[in-house]
């Protein structure tokens, strides 16, 4: 079953509006983390922003924003006054509970990701 | 502020060959993660350490390797390349929950 769902494929967004991007997952750990990474055309993998899931208030980085309703079991990511350069793939991931074996954190589990385009 | 710093970040094997991939992780990052991700498709989990000890395993191949040495930078290592594996190959590190990935390694087989 697919932990972690991005229904769109691609979405445009006019300069300096704002843009919605989805994100439902699926976890039965008590404890996890939610995190929105945007990859650029160039390849590298930025993170953007995390919320982990039994923060009170939803995370905000500058005109990043997640909106994280969690009986609905969604992360959706909320970019401001969108910017020719946010053009690129966001992919959201989930970080559920460590290996019960080991002491860090685990590994990410990503959506298939979404590609914005911002037009002038 | 540092990043992590993997290196070749282009590399171009022909099949049955060998590869090694290195990561330096953040200065203090405790955790080292390997993705893969394919042409088209989200960064798959290959394995991590923490602590130089493995702390987890995903999808890896038999055919594939790693370790974290003693000053915390991690290797992959991949033998007997198949055309299949041509793909980008993160590390990233982390201290806390957040994972900070590094430029990757493009592995083209031919």
């Known amino acids: 079953a697919q932990k972690i769902t991005q229904t769109q494929p691609g979405m445009f967004v006019q300069e300096k509006e704002a843009v919605t991007l989805d994100c439902t997952y699926d976890t039965s750990d008590p404890s996890y983390g939610l995190f929105w990474y945007k990859q650029p055309s160039s390849g590298e993998m930025i993170f953007l922003i995390y919320?982990?899931?039994?923060?009170?208030q939803n995370a905000t980085e500058g005109r990043y924003s997640l909106n994280f309703q969690k009986a609905r079991k969604s992360a959706n990511l909320v970019i401001s006054a969108s910017q020719l350069g946010d053009s690129a793939m966001y992919f959201c991931?989930?970080?559920?509970?460590?290996?019960?074996?080991?002491?860090?954190?685990?590994?990410?589990?990503f959506g298939q990701g979404t590609i914005l385009t911002v037009h002038p | 502020a540092a990043g992590v710093i993997q290196s070749p970040r282009h590399l171009i094997k022909e099949k049955r060959e060998t590869a090694t991939l290195k990561c330096y992780p953040i200065p203090r990052h405790d955790t080292v993660y390997w993705y893969q991700q394919g042409p088209g498709q989200d960064p798959q989990f290959l394995i991590s350490?923490?602590?130089?000890?493995?702390?987890d395993k995903g999808s890896i191949p038999d055919r594939f390797s790693a370790q974290q040495f003693s000053d915390y930078h991690s290797e992959l290592n991949m033998s007997s390349l198949e055309l299949g594996d041509s793909a980008l190959y993160f590390c990233?590190?982390?201290?806390?929950?957040?994972?900070?990935f590094g430029p990757g390694t493009r592995l083209t087989v031919l």
């Open positions: 919320q982990g899931s039994y923060d009170q």
């Open positions: 350490f923490y602590e130089k000890m493995q702390s």
């Open positions: 991931a989930m970080r559920e509970e460590a290996n019960a074996g080991g002491t860090s954190y685990g590994k990410l589990t």
């Open positions: 990233a590190s982390s201290l806390l929950d957040t994972q900070y």
